[in-house]
């Protein structure tokens, strides 16, 4: 039976460049975020994440929406797909890498190859609409 993994993702673009974070351990960035904890909201789940891996507080009057996408989960089981609800939001303070991530750093869209299928999707989406060069 295929699993479905549920997350949510902050996007951060500066600069014509798109926000990663390393977690310990792994090989691959990933969008900052993770996964929903029990009947948590989007918001919930985002303000949360944010701050657990980037000691920063997504302020949430300026969430908006980006996109919600679909992919192959990287190393999971075969059939286990990725659900990736993206927003963008203002912050406040300063990032830093915490928690689980042990690095951060900005990515332009050559930098495609380093970030998990779901993620490469949201990659194509912000480089087609001009935002991530």
């Known amino acids: 039976m295929a699993e479905l993994?549920?997350?949510?993702?902050?996007?951060?673009?500066?600069?014509?460049?798109?926000?990663?974070?390393?977690?310990?351990?792994?090989d691959?960035?990933?969008?900052?975020?993770?996964?929903?904890e029990g009947a948590e909201t989007d918001l919930q789940t985002l303000v949360r994440e944010v701050a657990e891996e980037l000691t920063v507080a997504i302020r949430p009057d300026t969430v908006t929406h980006v996109g919600t996408y679909h992919a192959e989960a990287h190393a999971q089981a075969p059939g286990t797909t990725?659900?990736?609800?993206?927003?963008?939001a203002e912050y406040t303070g300063t990032l830093a890498a915490s928690s689980e991530i042990e690095e951060v750093d900005w990515f332009?869209?050559?930098?495609?190859?380093?970030?998990?299928?779901?993620?490469?999707?949201?990659?194509?989406?912000?480089h087609r609409d001009g935002l991530l060069p």
């Open 28 to 36: 691959v960035f990933y969008i900052p975020g993770g996964k929903r």
């Open 82 to 88: 990725v659900r990736m609800a993206c927003y963008a």
């Open 5 to 26: 993994i549920d997350t949510v993702a902050w996007v951060r673009l500066e600069g014509g460049r798109i926000l990663c974070a390393r977690p310990r351990g792994k």
């Open 108 to 126: 332009s869209y050559a930098d495609r190859d380093r970030v998990p299928p779901v993620d490469q999707v949201l990659f194509d989406d912000l």
